[in-house]
């Protein structure tokens, strides 16, 4: 990294470290909200911006985690430390499944991602008939204080949750930058690239690309166990569907798959349009749902199309940066 | 013992047979050209033994192992490796990565490699554009990139699939050149697809000839181009008018 | 469990399923040409559904006839839609079309949630509960009429194909599509072309909808997923292959609602969906992609 870089770095980590100090509980909660998104923008990139594989059911690995440890927090009392392994486990096995199955029999492309919708949706309706984890009546966690922290049972204040997000996003990223430069990384972009010279020079394709999925499925777990600790309830029709997936890879496409920085770049932007968007709205005096989704999709939309490789790409040999 | 051996190879597509009893050899440390015309089943061949496909029957067998039916990762990794007929750059990656990406077969760390992908690339005079996107290749430096990538994984036996296509003569030359050091320096065996024959002339120390499938000469290329059958392939029958 | 509830059932299935092979007709026209997955299909479902509720509510338009303007508005629609939007594409990597469409359908979904709020409606119509009696089983009404107008309407796109020049042209598109440059066709007017007859279909397919079930700004994407999984189930690209799906799905999430419970339908649907694309990509009469 550049001397540049990495002095841009430590600035905005010193920013966001201080938030808490300056920012009201609103901001915080909008801050940790873009955060959760990065997160969860740069699992999904793990496998598509590395990788190659469109995954449009990610939103099954968020409602595994959240679900694993939410049952074992309120049914056997299991703090979410622990519970985030069940969640890891469940999640890695969903995800080697989905892969085994669609990488065996060669399902690429657009066909892969229409596979993981299938999952996720094929789960959601599943859970709704899981009477033990509450149906679509939802499964709630009692709320506790939120005066002091709690980091075991990941209860307090806003605060907590900020920092715990910060810190989730933070070894995301740090992960990502090191897989990257390692053996994965060049491996995982010859594949996406171009699988069969992939293949010709002399790498197994298949392993590497479950190592995608699996890596990527086991970080979007944590974020599931986050949601689940953080908001409380849980609703397999809101956790599972179709709109959360659409949601996580906002961030990315819009920042730019594949780079370090464009999920994070993409999910600030958008958390903080949107939620501006949606403080307009109601500052007009008008209640309309679904304004947020139209912004959302308006946005794909023109990055889609006028800027395909992102925000961050452009952005950063502006600012005279590498990736 | 030969260092690949083509034995008796059959393969057909929805009824159409692309190849029917093909046999040759290359020996260790030699230059085997592959020629024939247009449908002859050259690619095929190659396809075979690269491991994009099984053959139907028949065998291939590299220094003495079976290998037909092997995947193409496990392939490259017993020491074959291969170009494509229609480059296949890893388009997104820069010049040096994509060797890299090639050296890690051999290689423990992505220092190493790419301390072996700059030395690859140095040899084909590409150093200077190593850290430009491969995408923004011409085509001769395309191939040599593609070379460059498959030598990186240290084979035995390289298999050039129509290499010197869209070259011009004095690349082409340099081409040869280049593969005719690589042999006698590091004792490296080539298998090459070509139409070109200034190339196959130039470079083969033996020639096979394909025809609907089968081989109809194998020898010293002097000798093949003279063949009856040979010529009777490529420029057809005389006919009374 | 009576023989007469089960063919009820099933005969409720088929007719039902007609009507959903029409709309997925139009999909793997759409697919089978232009190559460009339409993700914004369920959607465009909707706002067909939407259309002939408002022409019933306010001209008192049975669905039947305002199929009729629906489905010549959407063949612009769908025109300008290719042609505009979608065209430039063509060439991109294929996940860069899909996800314009995804963009395209949350915008469809959500503008129909600003406009049309979260609650259902429906069409009122004389026959809707009106029914026949053959022996002792009993065939809606309306069912009938829907699938009758579904298999008319494919039977009229069949003909198309085969016998008009435009239809032919499409075809050879469709095979070829360098070839069909080369050879003059003016590929990108065939192609928004194709796009509009898709759009055509979805939207009688919809007008037929609004007479079997009540219609609301979220029954996009599910309706977009079944159109994917009767396609692939009955092949990419294979016209019959849609209707044979769509008949397939219809009967298939009839009995599990019949048996199982009737909100597991469509998760009966997804695990078909998964069996096919793992054992048999090309559907039951598609040719390999």
Redesign the interface.
Do not use: C, K, W
């Given at each position: 990294m550049s001397a540049r870089a990495r002095a841009l770095l430590v600035a905005l980590a010193a920013v966001l470290l201080a938030l808490p100090q300056f920012a009201g509980s609103y901001l915080l909660s909008v801050a940790t909200l873009a955060l959760y998104f990065a997160y969860t923008g740069q699992a999904w990139n793990v496998m598509?911006g590395f990788a190659g594989q469109?995954s449009?059911g990610h939103s099954l690995y968020v409602g595994l985690g959240a679900y694993a440890a939410a049952a074992v927090f309120t049914k056997f009392g299991i703090g979410p430390w622990a519970g985030a392994w069940v969640a890891i486990a469940l999640c890695v096995a969903a995800g080697a499944a989905i892969g085994v199955?669609a990488f065996r029999?060669g399902?690429s492309?657009?066909?892969f991602?229409?596979?993981t919708?299938?999952?996720a949706?094929?789960t959601r309706?599943?859970f709704?008939?899981i009477g033990w984890l509450g149906g679509p009546g939802g499964l709630f966690l009692k709320v506790g204080q939120r005066s002091s922290w709690d980091l075991a049972n990941l209860r307090g204040t806003p605060a907590m949750f900020y920092y715990v997000m910060l810190a989730l996003t933070a070894g995301a990223f740090a992960l990502c930058a090191a897989l990257l430069k390692s053996r994965a990384g060049y491996y995982w972009q010859a594949i996406r690239e171009d699988e069969e010279a992939a293949r010709a020079l002399g790498i197994n394709t298949f392993r590497w690309k479950m190592f995608a999925v699996i890596i990527s499925a086991a970080m979007t777990a944590l974020a599931g166990v986050f949601f689940a600790f953080y908001y409380n309830n849980l609703f397999p029709e809101q956790i599972f569907n179709?709109g959360q997936s659409?949601e996580i890879?906002l961030g990315p496409?819009v920042g730019g798959v594949g780079t370090l920085f464009g999920p994070v770049l993409g999910a600030a932007l958008l958390t903080g349009l949107a939620d501006a968007l949606n403080n307009l709205v109601a500052a007009m005096g008008w209640d309309?749902?679904?304004?947020k989704?139209?912004f959302?999709?308006?946005v794909?939309?023109l990055v889609?199309?006028f800027l395909?490789n992102g925000i961050w790409p452009p952005l950063a040999r502006r600012l005279g940066l590498g990736r | 013992m030969a260092l690949l051996e083509a034995d008796a190879l059959v393969k057909s597509f929805r009824g159409l047979r692309a190849v029917g009893g093909a046999s040759f050899d290359v020996e260790p440390g030699s230059i085997v050209a592959l020629i024939g015309p247009n449908g002859a089943g050259k690619t095929t061949c190659f396809n075979m033994i690269a491991g994009v496909f099984a053959p139907d029957s028949g065998t291939v067998a590299f220094e003495g192992r079976k290998m037909q039916g092997s995947r193409p990762d496990e392939i490259c990794k017993a020491g074959i490796g291969r170009t494509f007929q229609i480059v296949k750059p890893f388009a997104g990656l820069s010049v040096a990565d994509n060797v890299v990406v090639g050296a890690l077969l051999r290689e423990s760390t992505s220092r190493g490699a790419r301390a072996v992908a700059m030395g690859i690339l140095r040899k084909l005079r590409l150093e200077e554009k190593a850290d430009l996107p491969a995408s923004t290749l011409t085509l001769p430096d395309r191939k040599r990139l593609e070379v460059a990538r498959a030598l990186a994984t240290r084979p035995k036996l390289l298999l050039l699939d129509e290499v010197m296509a869209g070259l011009r003569p004095t690349e082409c030359d340099e081409m040869v050149a280049f593969f005719r050091e690589l042999n006698r320096a590091d004792g490296l065996a080539i298998l090459l697809i070509e139409h070109v024959m200034r190339a196959v002339m130039a470079l083969a120390q033996r020639v096979v000839v394909l025809h609907h499938g089968e081989v109809i000469a194998r020898g010293a290329p002097a000798e093949v181009v003279r063949d009856p059958a040979v010529l009777e392939c490529y420029l057809g029958e005389e006919t009374e008018v | 469990m009576s023989a007469t509830l089960v063919a009820n059932v099933v005969i409720a299935g088929v007719l039902t399923g007609l009507v959903y092979g029409l709309m997925a007709l139009g999909l793997s026209v759409i697919f089978g040409v232009v190559r460009v997955?339409n993700f914004a299909h369920g959607e465009m479902m909707t706002i067909a559904m939407y259309a002939a509720v408002l022409l019933s509510g306010a001209f008192k338009l049975d669905p039947m006839l305002a199929a009729l303007p629906v489905a010549a508005a959407f063949f612009c629609i769908g025109y300008a839609l290719q042609a505009g939007l979608i065209n430039?594409f063509i060439t991109?990597p294929?996940?860069?079309q899909?996800?314009?469409l995804?963009?395209?359908?949350?915008?469809l979904?959500?503008?129909l949630?600003?406009v049309f709020?979260?609650d259902a409606r429906s069409v009122q119509t004389d026959y809707q509960l009106d029914s026949w009696e053959l022996g002792q089983v009993i065939v809606d009404k309306a069912r009938v009429y829907a699938a009758l107008a579904a298999l008319g309407t494919t039977a009229a796109l069949f003909a198309f194909f085969r016998f008009s020049r435009t239809g032919t042209a499409i075809r050879a598109c469709a095979d070829n599509h360098f070839g069909a440059l080369v050879t003059g066709l003016n590929v990108k007017h065939l192609y928004a072309f194709t796009f509009g007859l898709g759009a055509a279909c979805v939207a009688i397919a919809g007008c037929m909808m609004t007479l079997l079930v009540e219609v609301s700004?979220t029954v996009g994407?599910s309706y977009t997923?079944l159109g994917?999984?009767i396609v692939?189930v009955g092949g990419l690209g294979s016209m019959p292959g849609a209707l044979l799906g769509g008949v397939l799905i219809g009967v298939s999430e009839a009995l599990a609602g019949l048996f199982i419970?009737p909100?597991?339908k469509?998760?009966f649907s997804?695990?078909l969906?998964?069996v096919v694309?793992?054992?048999r990509?090309q559907g039951l009469l598609g040719r390999k992609a």
């Open positions: 598509m469109l449009l199955l029999f399902i492309g657009v066909y991602a229409l596979l919708i299938a999952f949706e094929f309706i599943g709704d008939h179709i659409i890879i496409i309309i749902p679904g304004v989704q139209v959302y999709g308006i794909l939309l889609i199309m395909p | - | 997955v430039p991109r294929e996940h860069s899909f996800i314009l995804v963009a395209v359908a949350t915008i979904t959500n503008v949630l600003m709020g979260p700004p994407p997923l994917f999984v692939i419970d909100s597991a469509s998760m997804f695990a969906l998964i694309l793992l054992f990509p």
